[in-house]
DNA sequence: TCCTTGTGCAACCCCAGGGTTGCACAATGT
DNA sequence: ACATTGTGCAACCCTGGGGTTGCACAAGGA
């Protein structure tokens, strides 16, 4: 997962009805757009739009199941990201206390 | 740090020119909105509003230093959103492993 | 005192993107 | 064959928010 991956997961989580959808997701294993439409405040294609977003973020993959199209979540990315997350919290935490020691000495 | 709390850190996490900010309070330690402003391709102005966002997020911190203020980074809230979205993940995890086992019972 | 420099505030511009409606097409049930 | 239901696509609306300019005020330095 490079930098702008990591943009893009960001980007997606921002989004209030997208973090809902996830949750969707993680409850049922898997639903389709219009079944989603249903349990979300908005219409389906707003939801399709949500979904695209987050396929593209890789926090959701969907798969055609005859007619319709199922897509599931993806823990993996989101745990991913947390760590990116984490170690670039520890490496500023680093710096600031070598800044810190400089600036006290 | 509650839901909203988390919301606020992944919408201020979602742009660009403030996690370049971030970045840059990361690499100085402490800097003014001026200072910032020199390093980034945006005005002062600019810079603040993001510096405002940041710190409504938690994830910045600024002080009065005579005529300015000086802001630096809180890697703890940082930490803290990411272990936030590594439980998550977790929970998702747990959640689809679940409902694959009954699916193929 | 005057000049410089850093803030704060307010009005304004502009566009990305979240949301909608409308319609055409595909797959399933009866 | 026909009605039903889920997708896909395109045009469109509209608000949020990133960015700007302009100006007034505060705090140091000469």
């Known amino acids: 997962m490079n930098r702008s991956e990591l943009d893009a997961v960001l980007a997606a989580l921002a989004e209030p009805t997208r ?3 996830l949750d ?3 409850e049922r294993g ?3 757009a219009s ?3 249903q349990a979300v405040p908005v219409t389906r294609q707003a939801v399709v739009k949500h979904l695209t977003v987050l396929d593209g973020a890789g926090l959701v993959a969907g798969r055609r199941a005859g007619r319709e199209v199922l897509y599931r979540a993806r823990p993996e990315r989101l745990e991913e990201a947390a ?3 984490s170690a670039l919290a520890a490496a500023w935490e ?3 206390a ?5 600036a006290e000495s």
């Open 30 to 32: 898997e639903a389709s």
């Open 83 to 85: 760590r990116r997350m």
């Open 98 to 102: 070598a800044i810190k020691r400089i």
């Open 19 to 21: 973090r809902q959808l």
């Open 24 to 26: 969707l997701l993680a």
């Open 35 to 37: 079944a989603l439409a």
């Open 94 to 96: 680093t710096r600031l």
